[in-house]
């Protein structure tokens, strides 16, 4: 017998790793706005490169032995009736409901529509028009900047490409000089130019952005990696606004639950544990939150279990892809200091699949 109706918001690498972990417990309902997982990690290559565009998208039908997986976009949670609502008028009942509804970026790392022809289509609008750019500017020189610019110098060796960076050093919020020298080596003995300290906003004239001092940069083509936007609008909008800190991020208290909400978690990018927003955190997250769930639904039960607090995860890995054959990895060392890797470790690590193998197994699939 199955403990309690489990709803999960949200069916990204947060999601997608807790409703799997509560699938022989619970009665599970993964919710998703779209018909398949987005592996993002391999969505920058996937804009660049015609023959990596359907690659991201994984299906969700082998994830879950016993629950199920419903399309469709939360508009709000009913905390009295304890009820989730779709657009479509359908109601999912839950005696626990985890908000994992992730972050919101810009193209070409966003899924567009609802299904994957959708999706497929807008990354075939990306690799055409930078297949026809005779400029591309990227703007942020974080992880993503950096890794788009490589996979656009390697897929258009005759364009001009532009990496622009408000920072002074690349990567620079990773706190390892190191890696942003690396990195800007790379990138400028490829023919990129790279720009530090320019922070970027549009021209006056269309194709044309400017520079804090006024220089104008005139390119065909723009991405912009700087930043990203939690997905709670719709919490706002639905009169929980009082979730959510000033940055639109859900917050939470150790145990991962919404303050003051027993049977309310949020996991992900989309709550306000202080970290780096990416994938292994997110995974962290989740299985705390899948073993307070449990905790939760037996907690008159003879096997009672004590909830357990989250620690954030301040020093990770990160590996910088430049393309399938090269790339960087940072690695915390003991004493704070971090240890820069290159082409061999990244390229295993990573760089060549993108992790796609690994994501498939995780959705019940093989190989890549
Ligand atoms: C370009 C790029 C590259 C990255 N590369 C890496 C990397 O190499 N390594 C790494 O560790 N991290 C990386 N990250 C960060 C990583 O993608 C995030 O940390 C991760 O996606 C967080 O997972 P999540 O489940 O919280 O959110 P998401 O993966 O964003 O999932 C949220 C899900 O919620 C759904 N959703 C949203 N609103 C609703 C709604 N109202 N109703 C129904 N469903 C909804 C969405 O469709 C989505 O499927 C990268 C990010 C970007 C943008």
């Not at 998703?32 to 993002?40: L, T």
């Amino acid at each position: 017998m199955r403990d309690g109706d489990v709803v999960v918001i949200g069916g990204g690498y947060a999601g997608v790793r807790l409703a799997k972990r509560l699938d022989a417990t619970a009665r599970v309902t993964l919710v998703d706005r779209k018909e398949v997982f987005f592996h993002r990690i391999a969505s920058l290559r996937a804009g660049v490169h015609p023959e990596w565009s359907v690659t991201p998208f994984i299906p969700y039908d082998r994830l879950l032995r016993n629950g199920r997986v419903v399309t469709g976009k939360v508009v709000r949670i009913d905390t009295a009736e304890r009820q989730v609502a779709l657009a479509t008028g359908e109601r999912l009942p839950y005696d626990v409901v985890v908000i994992a509804t992730g972050a919101d970026y810009p193209e070409p790392a966003r899924f567009t529509g609802t299904t994957t022809e959708e999706a497929v289509k807008s990354f075939a609008g990306h690799q055409q028009r930078i297949g026809g750019a005779d400029h591309v500017l990227v703007v942020g020189g974080g992880p993503s900047g950096v890794e788009l610019s490589a996979e656009i110098r390697l897929a258009r060796p005759q364009a001009r490409v532009t990496l622009a960076h408000a920072g002074p050093s690349l990567l620079h919020a990773t706190g390892s000089e190191r890696a942003g020298r690396r990195a800007r080596a790379w990138l400028e003995s490829h023919g990129v130019e790279v720009r530090l300290d320019s922070f970027m906003s549009p021209g006056n004239d269309f194709g044309t952005y400017r520079d804090a001092q006024g220089n104008i940069i005139e390119a065909d083509l723009s991405f912009w990696a700087t930043g990203t936007t939690p997905n709670t609008l719709w919490l706002r909008l639905a009169g929980h606004g009082d979730w959510l800190n000033p940055s639109g991020h859900v917050k939470v208290d150790r145990t991962l639950r919404v303050d003051g909400r027993p049977d309310v978690f949020a996991v992900g990018d989309v709550n306000d544990a202080t970290e780096l927003k990416i994938t292994p955190a997110a995974l962290a997250q989740a299985d705390l939150a899948a073993w307070n769930i449990r905790a939760h639904l037996n907690s008159s039960g003879r096997h009672r279990k004590e909830p357990r607090l989250y620690r954030p995860m301040h020093r990770t890995p990160l590996i910088v892809p430049f393309g399938p054959a090269d790339g960087l990895t940072m690695l915390p060392v003991p004493g704070g200091d971090t240890a820069v890797l290159g082409s061999r470790t990244s390229v295993l690590a990573k760089a060549k699949t993108l992790m796609t193998p690994y994501m498939r197994r995780q959705l019940g699939y093989a190989g890549a």
